[in-house]
């Protein structure tokens, strides 16, 4: 059974940085895609970025610029680090995994807030 465990969420002043990351219970370097998403209260999950195992990238507009996705297949781990960060980012942000066999898992979520 695959695990993603997400990490590094708490309170952080407007302006300010987090970084989350997504360990997953087995090597990553079968996983073709893996990407944040994020729920606000009320809200759908909305898709934040996501990045392939080529390196390629996709941020939603509204992070584009503050929000960087990166991976390390030696640590089975993908970080998300915030900057600038703004009370619309506050959320439960989930960490995504699909794999190259089309299975499709989701980590249990970490919360996100932005005040001051």
């Known amino acids: 059974q695959v695990q993603l465990v997400e990490s590094g969420g708490g309170l952080v002043q407007p302006g300010g940085s987090l970084r989350l990351s997504c360990a997953a219970s087995?090597?990553?370097?079968?996983?073709?895609?893996m990407g944040w998403y994020r729920q606000a209260p009320g809200k759908q999950r909305d898709l934040v970025t996501t990045?392939?195992?080529?390196?390629?990238?996709v941020y939603v507009d509204s992070v584009k610029g503050r929000f960087t996705i990166s991976r390390d297949n030696a640590k089975n781990t993908v970080y998300l680090q915030m900057n600038s960060l703004k009370p619309e980012d506050t959320a439960v942000y989930y960490c995504?995994?699909?794999?190259?066999?089309?299975?499709?898992?989701w980590g249990q979520g970490t919360q996100v807030t932005v005040s001051s």
């Open positions: 990045i392939t195992s080529g390196g390629s990238t």
């Open positions: 995504n995994a699909l794999y190259r066999s089309g299975g499709n898992y």
């Open positions: 087995g090597s990553i370097v079968n996983i073709y895609r």
